[in-house]
């Protein structure tokens, strides 16, 4: 048996539970062996869940107990999540992750200490949600230079800007009931203020540039700044808002890497990515552009991505998954805002779209002394 542990019985943690049930037999065949729940960690009492014979509150047990093979880490946050990730791989456990910001942060350290350890850490919902993109970066794409990744990493901003388009829903309805459906993080200011796309963007990044890009160096532009205005301007003139993350690798070898609202040309496929989706567009050198679509955000379609890391690190057993990125640093990026693109402006006096591809410093240039309300790219 293949004994499993999961840290943290939130949205989550409980849905990798149901997932892990519900499908258990055909999750056996795919790792060609038994797997059995031993653990769920937790600080708070769950007296009423079906789970509650499994429930401990100390890390300590599974850290010790030679039956469990795989940690599934889903607590979030770095602290303890940290912690518990780094003594799981230390004591011969493979980790299985949805915690994004671990791994945009310390993803480098903790595939280090991983492979120190002969064990694996993986964390293929750590982007995306259900949707498989990070396997196929590593593995599908692995004959490509990527040159450039964009796309729709939040669910819960996407959902709310797509609630604000369709249904004219306020901001704060739309964000209410994001959280309602389990989208949100713990703290929503991190979807709102494109914290979480940052993070996924980075990952990205690390995996498709090879180096350790670090989300603090990462300019982010959340959707606070949308408005109604916004939204109908933009419609008028064929396009959506949406809030992209994109990372792009130069010539010179360095990085531009961003995330902001940008208005998309409603023929675009990103502009018909809506609610809780996600859109990722990848552009590598020989295959062109590749998108890959799915639930960004959410219980289930999350706990699938665990569970698949799950069945993936059982059939790697005595084996390693070769997954790694090397430390990147500050002077690896190039500013962002050196990427041409056309911009929306718009002011107390007028709205535009820009005829020709213009730097932020030309449009800056055009628009001194006008109080600008909004500035967006347009993705072209
Ligand atoms: N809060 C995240 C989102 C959850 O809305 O996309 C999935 O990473």
Aim: aromatic share 6%; charged share 25%.
């Amino acid at each position: 048996m293949y004994g499993i542990a999961i840290l943290g019985f939130g949205v989550v943690g409980s849905g990798v539970a149901e997932v892990l049930d519900k499908n258990s037999d055909r999750i056996a065949r795919g790792a060609s062996r038994g797997l059995e729940l031993k653990y769920i960690v937790d600080v708070r009492d769950f007296p009423d869940s079906p789970y509650r014979n499994l429930l401990i509150k100390d890390f300590s047990v599974v850290e010790n107990d030679p039956d469990v093979h795989v940690v599934v880490e889903t607590i979030g946050g770095v602290g303890v999540a940290q912690d518990f990730t780094r003594r799981a791989l230390k004591a011969g456990k493979s980790v299985v992750s949805s915690n994004k910001e671990l791994v945009a942060q310390h993803g480098c350290e903790l595939l280090a200490l991983a492979k120190e350890n002969g064990v694996n850490y993986l964390f293929e919902a750590s982007v995306g949600g259900g949707i498989p993109i990070l396997r196929p970066i590593t593995q599908c794409l692995a004959a490509n230079k990527i040159n450039e990744i964009y796309g729709i990493l939040n669910g819960t901003t996407n959902y709310i800007l797509t609630s604000m388009i369709k249904d004219g829903a306020s901001f704060d309805d739309a964000l209410r009931q994001a959280q309602a459906n389990g989208y949100a993080e713990a703290d929503p200011t991190s979807d709102i203020d494109g914290i979480d796309a940052c993070r996924k963007i980075c990952i990205l990044a690390d995996l498709s540039f090879g180096r350790h890009m670090n989300p603090e160096w990462v300019k982010t532009v959340g959707i606070r700044a949308v408005t109604a205005d916004d939204v109908a301007y933009a419609a008028q003139s064929g396009y959506k808002i949406k809030l992209l993350g994109r990372a792009v690798s130069n010539d010179d070898d360095t990085v531009s890497a961003y995330v902001a609202p940008h208005l998309v040309p409603t023929e675009n496929l990103l502009a018909g990515v809506e609610g809780v989706m996600n859109g990722i567009v990848v552009r590598g050198n020989a295959i062109g552009d590749v998108m890959f679509y799915g639930a960004g955000a959410g219980k289930l379609p999350t706990a699938s991505a665990v569970v698949a890391d799950i069945i993936d690190a059982a059939k790697h057993e005595h084996s390693r998954k070769l997954i790694s990125w090397d430390e990147g640093a500050p002077d690896m990026m190039r500013d962002s805002a050196l990427l041409e693109s056309r911009w929306y402006v718009r002011t107390e006096k007028t709205q535009y779209i820009t005829e020709k591809p213009q730097s932020k410093a030309v449009i800056d240039a055009a628009f001194a002394g006008l109080e600008v309300l909004s500035l967006f790219r347009v993705l072209d």
